[in-house]
């Protein structure tokens, strides 16, 4: 949720604060503003409401803007409408109008994230004589800083601590003080925030592919630190103001990978990465005909030892929390519950020492997720995190951490992520099952050999793309669709229906096919589109009744199933067929289709597929 950049050295800012916001308008694109300082000149900011590209024509490409530090944001509402006024950067003196302009404010920021308690903070400083123009909370906090800057006469670093100090929620701050020209200052907290040195120059951004043309050496600011940037250096400061030490890591990605490559849109790109995204997470776990948790610390003693896993996550990740709980259960016989993070935050489930809370997250700074890990934490559960950004807060903050090797995915919509984590939890369900002696060393070795059989089969299923995209041309008016399944096929549905809603705005419901009469039927009516998910042999001839009982109330019925099942013929309307596998890892084959599904059906529509509206990659707040 939104996306800061900063830049200080000796080229022009402005291209270069645009470049990187570019590559971070997957976190917000409700507006976007830049501040610009040329030498000891005062700031001067531009802000554009709606996509990035005005904010580009508006600079001149960012060419009519002198000056060689800056900061940059592109927003994501929390607080306050999607309006000039509430478009970053803000700054702490008053300002009229739109906030544009060169301003004369002492402290000029932007930020990502949400101060909870923004509005007692107003309120204080309104007695302070401070007026306000947005109805943001981070103008909240620039004139707090702004005002412990002024009123104990200390020096950046010391006026952001005191802030810091003293507000609560989440932040990544970058802001520009008049007294201080080609220095930038920074704090984090929750929300993410990396910079990046060169020879002469650094960077500040939310994510690695901002800064990835520039520089691959980074410092990952911890939590509650503050940072003074200067062209090529960078110092960090704790709550107190002390000067700490922190590593400088090297970003070992190929920035090619966060490029479009020729495809259309970053989501068919990353449906297509999905074969080496599979490969390389599992390649990275299977060694030598064995799963090894060795990175991440997960020994078979601590495996055996499980006695109760909780999965928590959000969105996508939920879902294949969803998948993994079958999988699980069903392979390892260990009772697994499978929790939304925004809801498992504020029940109280008891948990112990054996119990494995395992939190799965593309991201690694989902508000809601990152809280869930910390709650199961102070709760004394083991916590696992299955991540793909690397040194994310959740990778940080969980005991042990299992990457998947996805690569960077920009599509809000996830699907590499969400098949890399698909992969690493089957392998981790295989493991289990043999750790703990549920299935034998020949079964073992005959399931690892069929989950290495994934990637290709993926890429077979890919290429079958010309059929989905032709189903996706009649279905565009749709008005409801209605996704079914019972067991992992329910699992899959969940996936297929958020894939289809989130990018091509039609309602669409993922029901366990059994519910249906238990009240969601009542909505089927002519040529509503029921899409049934039937890869589980066992469960087949259920779903394909709950699907008839569609069919005779006027529904038109799409079949998703395994190769062989030609039967299915006789009672749907169309069929696409993925591979055989093992029935516990079809997931991975069943929710390609539908990926391209949704994918086709948005581009039919005219949609904006890589930025949904309303939506952000990565939701960092709660
Ligand atoms: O970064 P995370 O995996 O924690 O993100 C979780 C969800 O926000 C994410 O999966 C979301 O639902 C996607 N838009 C789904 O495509």
Request: glycine share 8%; net charge negative; hydrophobic share 40%.
């Amino acid at each position: 949720m939104c996306g800061i950049v900063g830049y200080t050295g000796n080229e022009q800012a402005a291209p270069i604060l645009l470049e990187g916001l570019a590559k971070l308008e997957y976190r917000g694109y409700d507006s976007a503003g830049l501040a610009v300082r040329d030498g000891e000149k005062l700031a001067e900011v531009v802000k554009a409401t709606g996509k990035l590209y005005h904010l580009a024509d508006k600079t001149d490409q960012g060419r009519a803007l002198p000056g060689t530090c800056g900061i940059g944001h592109t927003r994501w509402a929390t607080h306050g409408d999607p309006s000039m006024v509430n478009a970053h950067p803000h700054v702490s003196g008053n300002c009229s109008g739109s906030g544009s302009g060169q301003v004369e404010s002492d402290v000029v920021g932007v930020h990502n994230g949400i101060i909870e308690n923004f509005a007692e903070l107003k309120e204080k400083l309104l007695h302070h004589g401070y007026e306000f123009y947005s109805d943001t909370d981070t103008e909240v906090v620039v004139k707090l800083v702004d005002y412990y800057y002024k009123k104990y006469k200390i020096g950046p670093v010391d006026a952001i601590t005191r802030t810091m100090v003293r507000v609560r929620g989440s932040y990544a701050l970058a802001l520009m003080f008049k007294d201080f020209p080609g220095e930038i200052f920074a704090a984090r907290k929750d929300s993410p925030l990396i910079i990046g040195t060169a020879k002469d120059a650094s960077y500040l951004a939310s994510d690695v592919p901002a800064i990835l043309k520039y520089t691959r050496s980074v410092y990952y600011i911890g939590n509650l630190q503050a940072a003074r940037v200067s062209p090529g250096q960078v110092k960090f400061y704790d709550l107190n103001g002390d000067e700490v030490t922190l590593p400088l890591s090297e970003i070992t990605w190929d920035a090619a990978a966060a490029e479009k490559d020729g495809y259309e849109h970053f989501m068919l790109k990353e449906i297509h990465e999905q074969p080496a995204a599979v490969r390389d997470t599992l390649n990275s776990l299977v060694k030598e005909g064995r799963v090894s948790f060795s990175d991440a610390g997960l020994t078979d003693e601590i495996i055996r030892a499980v006695t109760q896993i909780d999965i928590v996550a959000c969105g996508s990740a939920w879902h294949v929390g969803m998948a993994a709980q079958y999988v699980l259960e069903d392979l390892a016989c260990v009772p697994v519950r499978v929790e939304l993070a925004s809801e498992f935050r504020y029940r109280s489930i008891p948990l112990g020492e054996h119990t494995l809370v395992i939190v799965i997250s593309q991201s690694g700074e989902t508000a809601d997720s990152l809280a869930a890990l910390r709650v199961a934490k102070e709760r004394g559960a083991k916590t696992l995190a299955v991540v793909n950004v690397i040194g994310s807060s959740i990778a940080r903050e969980a005991d042990h951490v299992l990457y998947t090797l996805a690569g960077p995915e920009i599509a809000v919509a996830t699907t590499k992520a969400y098949s890399a984590q698909l992969i690493a939890m089957d392998a981790l369900a295989v493991q289990m099952a043999f750790v703990r002696g549920v299935i034998s060393q020949e079964k073992y070795a005959q399931m690892l050999e069929e989950l290495s059989t994934i990637p290709d089969k993926i890429k077979r299923v890919l290429e079958e793309k010309e059929r989905i995209q032709w189903f996706s041309s009649k279905i565009v008016n749709a008005h409801d669709i209605f996704f079914i399944g019972r067991g992992l096929d329910y699992a899959i549905s969940l996936e297929g229906s958020l894939k289809m809603k989130e990018i091509s705005y039609i309602h669409s419901e993922a029901y366990a096919a059994g519910e249906l009469k238990h009240g969601t039927i009542s909505l089927i009516e002519n040529n509503t589109l029921v899409i049934g998910v039937l890869t589980q042999s066992r469960l087949f001839e259920k779903t394909v009744s709950n699907m008839m009982e569609c069919k005779s109330r006027g529904a038109y019925l799409m079949g998703l199933t395994t190769n062989g099942n030609f039967s299915v013929e006789d009672s749907v309307d169309f069929t696409v067929y993925v591979p055989k596998t093992d029935e516990h890892f079809v997931a991975s084959l069943a929710v390609v289709p539908l990926q391209l599904l949704g994918y086709y059906t948005s581009v039919s529509r005219g949609l904006d597929v890589d930025k949904p509206r309303n939506l952000a990659k990565s939701v960092t707040v709660e």
